[in-house]
Nanobody
Framework: QAHLVESGGGLVEAGGSLRLSCAAS????????VAWFRQAPGKEHELVGF???????AYVDSVKGRFSISRDNAKNTVYLQMNSLKAEDTAVYFC?????????????????WGQGTQVTVSS
């Protein structure tokens, strides 16, 4: 059975950095589209960005130039590097994966989800 486990969240001051990890078991992430979503209190899941099977990445405008997604095939882990964090980045961050050759911008496009990790940015 496939599982995703996020880690690396925490409390950081505005302008700081965090790196989130999404480790997989029972699933090979290099054969999947993997996305990062976030959910703030009272809001829907919001796409942050994704990485395709072939390593192409894309991001929403609000995080472009600040966040980056990478993958370590040897560790079967995808990372979300978050720099220049802002208070509005505060949310629970989820990674999601699906074994297909394109990446969806919608939460409904992913069947496998992690439990989420809290990121809190103090202003």
């Amino acid at each position: 059975q496939a599982h995703l486990v996020e880690s690396g969240g925490g409390l950081v001051e505005a302008g700081g950095s965090l790196r989130l990890s999404c480790a997989a078991s029972g699933l090979t992430l290099s054969t999947c589209a993997v996305a990062w979503f976030r959910q703030a209190p009272g809001k829907e899941h919001e796409l942050v960005g994704f990485i395709t099977r072939i390593g192409e990445t894309a991001y929403v405008d609000s995080v472009k130039g600040r966040f980056s997604i990478s993958r370590d095939n040897a560790k079967n882990t995808v990372y979300l590097q978050m720099n220049s964090l802002k208070a509005e980045d505060t949310a629970v961050y989820f990674c999601a994966a699906d074994p297909k050759d394109y990446a969806s911008a919608y939460a409904s496009g992913y069947d496998i989800w992690g439990q989420g990790t809290q990121v809190t940015v103090s202003s």
